[in-house]
């Protein structure tokens, strides 16, 4: 059973940009997991920060995308919605980020 998109973003309360943006991220986030442990055009002397890189990137870009929403629903006049947004995003963006 898969679900539709718009089912999926209610369900986990983001957009369909933040999904794209993580999706690209673990792509190449994969690919460099591959290249690291197989030790294939990568120098031996990189880091696994590096490799994890695009994965706070994609956090980084998650938060700003987040602030820029917050601020034009603020604008808008929908302080509830705004503040519940910004709140559940930036909690999700956390959680990720000590995960990592």
Same mark, same amino acid.
């Given at each position: 059973?898969? $679900?539709?998109?718009? @089912?999926?973003? =209610? *369900? ?5 940009? @933040?999904? *794209? ?7 190449? $986030? ?6 690291? #442990? @197989? ?11 590096? #490799?994890?890189?695009?994965?706070? #990137?994609?956090?980084?870009? =998650?938060?700003? !995308? ?12 929908? !302080? ?7 709140? *559940?995003?930036?909690?999700? #963006? ?7």
């Amino acid at each position: 059973m898969l $679900f539709k998109q718009s @089912e999926l973003l =209610n *369900w986990l309360g983001v957009s369909l940009f @933040e999904i *794209w943006i993580c999706l690209v991220s673990l792509t190449i $986030f994969s690919v460099l997991v591959v290249l690291k #442990i @197989e030790d294939y055009l990568l120098p031996t002397t990189t880091t696994w920060f590096l #490799i994890f890189s695009p994965l706070f #990137i994609c956090d980084g870009l =998650n938060a700003y !995308f987040c602030i820029i929403v917050f601020i034009r629903q603020y604008l808008d006049g929908q !302080f509830k919605s705004a503040l519940v947004r910004v709140l *559940w995003s930036l909690f999700l #963006i956390g959680l990720l980020f000590v995960f990592k």
